[in-house]
């Protein structure tokens, strides 16, 4: 059940995130979350956005776009949810590339994006935990 996240190569200048995002609220898509990783030249914009298709559609004009595969997991606004997830995570060996988090609308609601290196035994050893995952229409009507 993993969610579709974009990820967009930009040059590390002034500007660039600024046109990007625009490009994008121009075009009526609402940002759900995101993340920026910079290097020297270049950062990476990772995005999950309420509608794919066509915020990739804009910004393949500009931009070097990519879909990824990620995980979106429920968890509780609470000191020590997030350790729990990785936990039952590292004791299956499952790899981490990256993730990022973000609060929900609810009350003590939160969530984390994350890629892994094996997205369908990490869904099913998260749902073992008894941890939600979270498909693309269930993220956003959450949002």
Known sequence: ???????????????????????????????RALSLADTRDFGILR??????????ALLMEKSIVTETPVIAVKMEDEAGALNRILQSLQEERINVEYLYAFTGAAEFSAYTVLRVDDAAHAELVLKNAGV??????ELMQLL
């Open 1 to 31: 059940m993993a969610i579709t996240q974009l990820s967009v190569f930009l040059e590390n200048k002034p500007g660039q995130l600024a046109a990007a995002v625009k490009l994008i609220s121009d075009g009526g898509v609402n940002i």
């Open 132 to 137: 939600a995952t979270l498909s693309d229409g």
């Open 47 to 56: 995005l999950i956005v309420s509608d794919v298709a066509k915020a990739k």
